[in-house]
């Protein structure tokens, strides 16, 4: 099981970023999570898709991220808008098989004037 995410960078308060991670083809139907981690502080959860589409959000970032799919490309892409300083971390996706976890890399994503 592999995942790759990319298109962290450098942003404006209030830019947008596009998240994408590519996922194995064994595990394009499983729900795919994305979390995120700033410096000194725990892992936080930010979205999950299902299989079907179906989208859920922390509060923190609910109505600026959006979370999608697309199953020809096997990624799954995390839209972020309004961005805040806040948002500064390194966003991960995730996935669990079988009762394992998989977790990608990461790409860091920076909100900075």
């Known amino acids: 099981v592999q995942l790759e995410e990319s298109g962290g960078g450098l942003v404006q308060p209030g830019g947008s970023l596009r998240l994408s991670c590519v996922v194995s083809?064994?595990?394009?139907?499983?729900?795919i999570k994305w979390y995120r981690q700033a410096p000194g502080i725990q892992r936080e959860w930010v979205a999950s898709?299902?299989?079907?589409?179906?989208?859920i959000y922390a509060d923190s970032v609910k109505g600026r991220f959006t979370v999608s799919r697309d199953y020809a490309e096997n990624t799954v892409y995390l839209q972020l808008d309004s961005l805040k300083p806040e948002d500064t971390a390194d966003y991960y996706c995730?996935?669990?098989?079988?009762?394992?976890?998989?977790w990608g890399k990461g790409t860091l994503v920076t909100v900075s004037s």
């Open positions: 083809s064994t595990v394009t139907g499983l729900v």
């Open positions: 898709i299902g299989s079907g589409g179906l989208a």
């Open positions: 995730n996935t669990v098989l079988y009762g394992v976890e998989f």
